[in-house]
């Protein structure tokens, strides 16, 4: 592959690793700690929402974050044709 | 049935089992022995991995911590998780890509220096030992209580059972053994938690249980809240430690998840880079299935204490409390003699003291649930403790026969290193049985930093190692000893040192020694930028193995030197 290409298909990459983590932080470190007290004046069902953001939010929002990676890259690598199979 | 029969029959049904696999799928190369012959689907890697991961701490201590420090507990919870979306986004694809066997092996050629290849080997086996130690004592306490036999044989017994499959199987057998082991923990640890959600708010889903209403109406955390700060503690839902503190101590757990010898090489194990994306994804699935529904176990199990046993008569207390006197782990002491047990937070009047490991241990007895559900939960316990013991035993053995004697006598051939790998394997069971029986008064804190340290010392080298090409063995090495030897000081400074220093006015920036390992990791990534900076750059087919390693196409199965 050309070298511009190799560095195009790299640099959507760390694109697409930047929003991921900007979510990743957010949701954990934004929401569930330093946002915590804030957050906590609202509910959900009997759940403070800023607890419920660092016991269970964040986990769940975890997992579908790898999934959208997962298809996001699979995409990217057929896009660029450095797939594999 | 009587408990003790259906803990036997269970337990032993699972072993059994564990051991047919193990015969069934021994490993016959090294390749096999290391990395399962590179032919694992990515779903049967991602339940492999979570077994791998869950520890017997996971399955049997950490719902009892959340249990006791509320909202704290977060930490841990946030902290086990989110590192693998560091794992699956920023290490797993390239490492596959890479295709060796382990870390030391990356860090090593990525770094062409056997230096560094040295210092990632005593990393990794500092690390997986502090871990396998704890796994052991942890197979010792489930057998002594539930099979009433002295924990020193619980412990043999449990190395045998290791032995046998890790030797034997390698990476292959640990791999189809620990998907076996996932399948018996997550159903153990599951059908309690939904029965006792059930019996409080009607709920079955646990992870919703724990935010319904209880009998009198009212939710089940207000309700909490409420309970405890009557007696003196804090609030269960709101934070006793600083935010600053709470924020490095998760970052230090996740990043040092994402440097966990033993969970890393579990990547290598797919066919292709794809795969190994996949599979990451499949395992924290798997693993958050137990992650959400233990701060519902620990929330249902704080409040049935409570309710069960505080201002009741000392006379008159259900059954399992009296089981679990027997071992020490809840004690009742009616100290001012009216007959009636306080449970407060002013130590001198308190007159009960609960073990954390009470929380799931005891958590069927208490919602009187059928005896079959306890020896269940003594087999997943078990699976919980067996399957991370395997997986870091291979860890052990891969480092010394592959990272130590390979890259010593390069010539050996293939069937001395597997003999060597197994020898090692044997060997580091004995060790670790050793331990825990014996454990040092510090293992369990040295296990909690054992995370600090990966943070410190693995995590940076291997982030940029992949996403920068200018990086050089000069920086690597010395940014990874910086982060050790910081990290580790300042641990054993305020834990073994001055221990009563260890409160919050001598801490820098009011960071705990548990969480000083993510202060240890930006030193790391510092100092490894600084000095590459004044040194020359990497030669040039270490930069073209850096692009290579970048783009998926062409992984093929692991590589042998």
């Given at each position: 592959?050309?070298?511009?290409?190799?560095?195009?298909y790299w640099?959507?990459?760390?694109?697409?690793?930047?929003y991921?983590?900007v979510?990743?932080?957010?949701?954990s470190?934004?929401?569930?700690?330093?946002?915590?007290?804030?957050?906590?004046?609202?509910?959900?069902?009997?759940?403070?929402?800023?607890f419920?953001?660092?016991?269970?939010?964040?986990?769940f929002?975890?997992?579908?974050?790898i999934?959208?990676y997962?298809?996001r890259?699979?995409k990217?690598?057929?896009?660029?044709?450095?797939?594999e199979? | 049935?009587?408990?003790l029969?259906?803990?036997?029959?269970?337990v032993?049904l699972?072993?059994?089992l564990?051991?047919g696999?193990a015969?069934?799928?021994?490993?016959?190369s090294?390749k096999?022995?290391y990395?399962?012959g590179?032919?694992?689907?990515p779903?049967?890697?991602?339940m492999a991995?979570?077994?791998?991961?869950m520890s017997?701490?996971?399955?049997?201590?950490?719902?009892?911590?959340i249990?006791?420090s509320g909202?704290?507990?977060?930490v841990?919870?946030?902290?086990w998780?989110?590192?693998?979306?560091l794992?699956?986004l920023l290490?797993?694809?390239?490492?596959r890509k890479?295709?060796?066997?382990?870390?030391p092996?990356f860090?090593g050629?990525?770094?062409?220096?056997?230096?560094?290849?040295?210092v990632?080997?005593?990393?990794?086996?500092?690390i997986?030992?502090?871990?396998?130690?704890?796994?052991?004592?942890?197979?010792g306490?489930?057998?002594?209580?539930?099979?009433?036999?002295?924990?020193?044989w619980?412990?043999?017994?449990?190395m045998?059972?290791v032995?046998f499959?890790?030797?034997?199987?390698g990476?292959?057998?640990?791999?189809?053994?620990q998907?076996?082991?996932?399948?018996?923990?997550?159903?153990a640890?599951m059908?309690?938690?939904?029965?006792?959600s059930?019996?409080?708010?009607?709920?079955p889903?646990?992870?919703?249980g724990?935010?319904?209403?209880?009998?009198?109406?009212?939710y089940?955390l207000?309700?909490?809240?409420?309970?405890l700060?009557?007696?003196?503690?804090?609030?269960?839902?709101?934070?006793?430690?600083e935010?600053?503190d709470?924020f490095m101590?998760t970052?230090?757990l996740?990043?040092?998840?994402?440097?966990?010898?033993?969970v890393?090489?579990?990547?290598?194990?797919?066919?292709?880079v794809?795969?190994?994306?996949?599979s990451?994804?499949?395992a924290?699935?798997?693993?958050?299935?137990?992650?959400?529904?233990?701060p519902?176990?620990?929330?249902?199990?704080?409040?049935?204490?409570?309710e069960?046993v505080?201002e009741?008569k000392v006379?008159?207390?259900p059954?399992w409390v009296?089981?679990?006197?027997?071992?020490n782990?809840i004690t009742?002491d009616?100290?001012?003699g009216?007959?009636?047990?306080?449970y407060?937070a002013?130590?001198?009047a308190?007159?009960?003291t609960?073990d954390?490991?009470?929380m799931?241990?005891?958590?069927?007895?208490?919602?009187?649930l059928p005896?079959?559900?306890?020896?269940?939960?003594?087999a997943?316990?078990?699976a919980?403790?067996l399957?991370t013991?395997?997986?870091?035993?291979?860890?052990i053995?891969?480092?010394?026969?592959?990272d130590?004697?390979?890259?010593?006598?390069?010539n050996?051939?293939?069937k001395k290193?597997?003999?060597?790998?197994?020898l090692?394997?044997?060997?580091?069971?004995?060790?670790?049985g050793y331990?825990?029986?014996?454990?040092?008064?510090?293992?369990?804190?040295?296990?909690?930093?054992?995370?600090?340290?990966?943070?410190a010392?693995?995590?940076?080298?291997i982030?940029?190692?992949?996403f920068?090409?200018?990086?050089n063995?000069e920086?690597?090495?010395?940014?990874?000893?910086?982060?050790l030897?910081?990290?580790?000081?300042y641990?054993i400074f305020?834990?073994?040192?001055?221990p009563e220093?260890?409160?919050?006015?001598?801490?820098?920036f009011?960071?705990?020694?548990?969480?000083?390992?993510?202060?240890?990791?930006?030193l790391n990534?510092f100092i490894?930028?600084?000095?590459?900076?004044?040194?020359?750059?990497p030669?040039?087919d270490?930069?073209?193995m850096?692009?290579?390693?970048?783009?998926?196409?062409?992984?093929?199965?692991?590589?042998?030197?």
């Amino acid at each position: 592959m050309p070298k511009s290409k190799m560095q195009q298909y790299w640099n959507k990459n760390l694109k697409t690793l930047f929003y991921l983590l900007v979510v990743w932080f957010v949701v954990s470190f934004g929401f569930g700690i330093i946002g915590v007290d804030y957050l906590n004046q609202f509910h959900i069902g009997g759940f403070k929402l800023g607890f419920w953001f660092a016991q269970q939010g964040s986990i769940f929002t975890f997992v579908i974050l790898i999934f959208i990676y997962v298809v996001r890259m699979n995409k990217l690598d057929k896009e660029f044709d450095v797939n594999e199979d | 049935m009587e408990i003790l029969t259906w803990t036997y029959i269970l337990v032993g049904l699972s072993f059994a089992l564990y051991i047919g696999i193990a015969i069934y799928t021994r490993a016959g190369s090294t390749k096999e022995f290391y990395t399962a012959g590179g032919g694992v689907s990515p779903l049967a890697n991602g339940m492999a991995t979570a077994a791998d991961w869950m520890s017997a701490a996971s399955f049997i201590s950490m719902a009892g911590i959340i249990s006791f420090s509320g909202y704290d507990g977060s930490v841990y919870l946030m902290g086990w998780t989110g590192g693998y979306v560091l794992l699956a986004l920023l290490l797993a694809p390239y490492l596959r890509k890479f295709g060796k066997f382990t870390v030391p092996d990356f860090v090593g050629d990525r770094y062409y220096s056997n230096k560094a290849r040295v210092v990632a080997v005593i990393c990794a086996l500092f690390i997986s030992f502090t871990y396998v130690a704890g796994q052991m004592r942890g197979v010792g306490i489930v057998f002594s209580r539930y099979l009433e036999i002295p924990i020193e044989w619980g412990v043999v017994f449990g190395m045998c059972i290791v032995f046998f499959y890790a030797v034997l199987g390698g990476m292959k057998g640990i791999t189809y053994t620990q998907v076996a082991q996932y399948c018996v923990l997550i159903f153990a640890f599951m059908v309690p938690a939904i029965f006792v959600s059930m019996q409080l708010t009607g709920n079955p889903i646990p992870q919703i249980g724990m935010g319904s209403t209880v009998s009198d109406g009212t939710y089940l955390l207000d309700k909490l809240d409420g309970v405890l700060t009557e007696l003196g503690f804090a609030a269960y839902t709101s934070g006793r430690k600083e935010m600053a503190d709470i924020f490095m101590i998760t970052l230090a757990l996740m990043v040092g998840t994402a440097g966990l010898p033993h969970v890393i090489v579990r990547f290598f194990t797919v066919p292709r880079v794809k795969d190994a994306r996949l599979s990451a994804g499949y395992a924290l699935a798997f693993i958050s299935i137990l992650y959400t529904t233990a701060p519902a176990v620990a929330a249902f199990g704080i409040y049935n204490t409570i309710e069960s046993v505080s201002e009741k008569k000392v006379d008159n207390l259900p059954i399992w409390v009296a089981n679990w006197q027997k071992t020490n782990l809840i004690t009742v002491d009616d100290k001012n003699g009216d007959g009636i047990v306080q449970y407060v937070a002013d130590k001198e009047a308190n007159e009960l003291t609960i073990d954390k490991d009470i929380m799931v241990l005891a958590s069927p007895e208490i919602a009187k649930l059928p005896n079959w559900v306890v020896g269940l939960l003594a087999a997943g316990a078990m699976a919980a403790a067996l399957s991370t013991a395997a997986g870091l035993l291979l860890v052990i053995s891969t480092s010394v026969s592959r990272d130590l004697f390979r890259t010593f006598r390069p010539n050996m051939s293939e069937k001395k290193e597997l003999r060597i790998a197994r020898l090692a394997a044997a060997g580091a069971v004995v060790i670790a049985g050793y331990f825990g029986i014996n454990p040092p008064g510090f293992v369990a804190e040295v296990v909690a930093f054992a995370f600090g340290l990966a943070a410190a010392s693995f995590f940076p080298v291997i982030i940029m190692g992949i996403f920068s090409s200018r990086i050089n063995k000069e920086g690597a090495i010395s940014g990874m000893v910086t982060g050790l030897v910081f990290t580790l000081s300042y641990i054993i400074f305020f834990k073994f040192i001055s221990p009563e220093l260890n409160t919050k006015e001598y801490w820098w920036f009011g960071i705990s020694p548990e969480g000083i390992g993510s202060i240890g990791m930006f030193l790391n990534f510092f100092i490894c930028i600084v000095v590459s900076k004044f040194t020359p750059a990497p030669p040039q087919d270490v930069q073209n193995m850096i692009q290579e390693i970048r783009i998926p196409r062409g992984a093929g199965s692991a590589q042998a030197h």
